[in-house]
């Protein structure tokens, strides 16, 4: 049996994610400490979803435009996203990416797939969180709250189809608050 490269960490490890990104993996899971108390800012958040370009010049612009979107009220929750996303342009050496801000109540990529991209970048703040499943297992694992999953997508050279992932169902009454990057 496989199982996802997983680690702690207190912040952004370079070092891993350039192993996974050289390395055979098509995940790579970091265990983390995100922003807590979050449970009052999604509720009164509107169900709804940012799309965005983001360069890095706009990083704060945009997080702070999804968040607003969003009605979501969390300075910490800013700061640890415009940390998330120029780490990530960084890490890439991109100027620009992709970023999601979503608040749903529904599981909106019910199926096991890999993704049309290079690299995304998923982690939930709140609710429910993401699940991964190796290729011939029927097993499925679900993603550490906080925690950032890094999955290949079908445009990186080294994917290998290895690890499918979906959106969790979120219980009735329940929200999510999950964000992606990629490119």
């Known amino acids: 049996m496989q199982s996802a490269t997983e680690q702690t960490i207190a912040a952004w490890d370079p070092g891993a994610v350039r192993e996974f990104v050289d390395g055979a993996n098509d995940i790579l899971v970091l265990r983390r400490h995100a922003p807590s108390d979050l449970a009052s ?9 940012y799309l965005a ?3 890095r010049e706009k990083v704060g612009f945009e997080v702070r435009s999804g968040l607003g979107e969003l009605r979501i009220k969390s300075p910490e929750l800013a700061t640890d996203l415009i940390s998330l996303v120029t780490s990530f342009l960084d890490q890439f050496s991109l100027e620009q ?6 608040i749903t109540r529904t599981q909106s990529c019910p199926k096991f797939h890999s993704d049309h991209v290079h690299v995304r970048l998923v982690t939930t703040y709140f609710g429910p969180t993401t699940e991964y499943q190796f290729a011939g297992e029927s097993t499925a694992y679900v993603a550490p709250l906080g925690g ?3 999955l290949k997508g079908h445009r990186h ?3 290998r189809d290895s690890v ?3 959106s969790p169902q979120v219980p009735a009454g329940e929200r999510r608050l ?6």
């Open 41 to 49: 800012v999604v509720q009164a958040g509107r169900i709804h979803e």
């Open 53 to 55: 370009p983001v360069c």
């Open 97 to 102: 990416a992709r970023l999601r801000i979503e």
């Open 148 to 150: 950032l999953v890094f």
């Open 157 to 159: 050279p080294t994917h």
């Open 164 to 166: 499918h992932h979906r």
């Open 178 to 183: 999950c964000i992606a990057i990629d490119f």
